[in-house]
């Protein structure tokens, strides 16, 4: 089935750093999303992305639809504390299927 | 509306015991969906309804596992039977409203243990 890597697997930071992390697949997805999980808890949906190349910001997070569309980014400015957690990218092959699929997650550790 | 609720919250059971979980999803969401999470993996998916219809079931959905959403609200997710690679944690999330379908709002997850 369709599979979506996410890389970095972890990161470990330094409060105040920019982090960078990326998704991709070998099939085209026509919807991207991008999820935080904290530890014990469902994912949170953080951005959505609808069309290649598009550029989103929800705070300081920053996330693009790749332009090959079998892709896609998220950027965290300014990272404190309580970003820690694992971020997903999750995609959908056609925006009226039902099902999404998910990558396995970047872990953050950021150090005060 | 809280949002998605899932009980339990944990569930301790001996192998080839039956579980039952319920997902109570937000009220204005016609979509709900079961997803199953192991440590160190994303979410996978399993099925979904629209309303009480179930639209698609995943491979992984074996015999064992049964789904159902009766009035288009609340859905159960039974194990028969259970096997010690049961052991996960199994999210419900839905969907739909003003938001979008492809949105999903998940609930904290019930965390099965088949010892």
Known sequence: GQQLNQSPQSMFIQEGEDVSMNCTSSSIFNTWLWYKQDPGEGPVLLIALYKAGELTSNGRLTAQFGITRKDSFLNISASIPSDVGIYFCAGYLNTNAGKSTFGDGTTLTVKP | ?115
């Open chain 2, 1 to 115: 509306d809280t949002g998605v609720s899932q009980n339990p919250r944990h569930k301790i059971t001996k192998r080839g015991q039956n579980v039952t979980f319920r997902c109570d999803p937000i009220s204005e969401h016609n979509r709900l969906y079961w997803y199953r999470q192991t440590l160190g993996q994303g979410p996978e998916f399993l099925t979904y309804f629209q309303n009480e219809a179930q639209l698609e079931k995943s491979r992984l959905l074996s015999d064992r596992f049964s789904a159902e959403r009766p009035k288009g609200s609340f859905s159960t997710l039974e194990i028969q039977r259970t096997e010690q690679g049961d052991s996960a944690m199994y999210l419900c999330a839905s969907s739909g409203g003003t938001g979008g379908f492809e949105k999903l709002f998940f609930g904290s997850g019930t965390q099965l243990s088949v010892l």
